[in-house]
């Protein structure tokens, strides 16, 4: 089945580190990925929609310079946490759909997340 | 306005016990899909079962079953024979519109705990 690959699953950093977190579609090509945050005990809360090729779309209330998301490639999206704090500690979890399977009822393919503590 | 209302933030079945984890919904459009995640402690989201607003009859995956009531905008999640496995968070999500790469809207989910 479709895979997305997420990395790293865990990272522990300094207050004022950038950090980069991968997105990748292993077996199939996704024009469009989307980053979730999520606290914990609580839902999925969308960040931004990666659209291959051109601007990330985000969403009302985050930060386009604190959140910087590429998409440079079909089967990659990146998201960048610049200058993380503490308050951006949070499980981070991307997902994309196949380019090739339009049908409505295919579900987005969720990476593992990435689990992010700002000291 | 909140679009998917999970009104249960934790359940406790008994294993090999059926259970019902309640989703309700809102939109205007004609055309959706339901979808249900169980995301277990680890953090991984795993797609259960999806309903579209369409079909007629109600969506089966196994021991999975989707009671959906499209007059009371109600997706509700049945998990039939319930395993000490099955104990993780369930997530009801809705994508308007029938293309695939429409957003998912999620909601506040349900913690389900089977006991031995």
């Known amino acids: 089945g479709a895979v997305v690959s997420q990395h790293p699953s865990w990272v522990i950093c300094k207050s004022g580190t950038s950090v980069k977190i991968e997105c990748r579609s292993l077996d199939f090509q996704a024009t469009t990925m989307f980053w979730y945050r999520q606290f914990p005990k609580q839902s999925l809360m969308l960040m931004a929609t990666?659209?291959?090729?051109?601007?990330?779309?985000?969403e009302q209330g985050v930060e386009k310079d604190k959140f910087l998301i590429n998409h440079a490639s079909l089967t990659l999206s990146t998201l960048t946490v610049t200058s993380a704090h503490p308050e951006d500690s949070s499980f981070y979890i991307c997902?994309?759909?196949?380019?090739?399977?339009?049908?409505?009822?295919?579900?987005?393919?969720f990476g593992d997340g990435t689990r992010l503590s700002i000291l | 306005a909140q679009k998917i209302t999970q009104t249960q933030p934790g359940m406790f079945v008994q294993e090999k016990e059926a259970v019902t984890l309640d989703c309700t919904y809102d939109t205007s459009d004609q055309s959706y899909g339901l979808f249900w995640y169980k995301q277990p402690s680890s953090g991984e989201m795993i797609f259960l079962i999806y309903?579209?607003?369409?079909?007629?009859q109600n969506a089966t995956e196994g021991r999975y079953s989707l009671n959906f009531q499209k007059a009371r905008k109600s997706a509700n999640l049945v998990i039939s024979a319930s395993q000490l496995g099955d104990s993780a968070m369930y997530f009801c999500a809705m994508r308007e519109g029938l293309s695939s790469g429409s957003r998912l809207t999620f909601g506040e989910g349900t913690q389900l705990t089977v006991n031995p």
């Open positions: 309903q579209g607003s369409y079909d007629e």
């Open positions: 997902s994309a759909r196949d380019l090739d399977r339009t049908l409505s009822n295919q579900p987005q393919h």
């Open positions: 990666s659209n291959e090729g051109s601007k990330a779309t985000y």
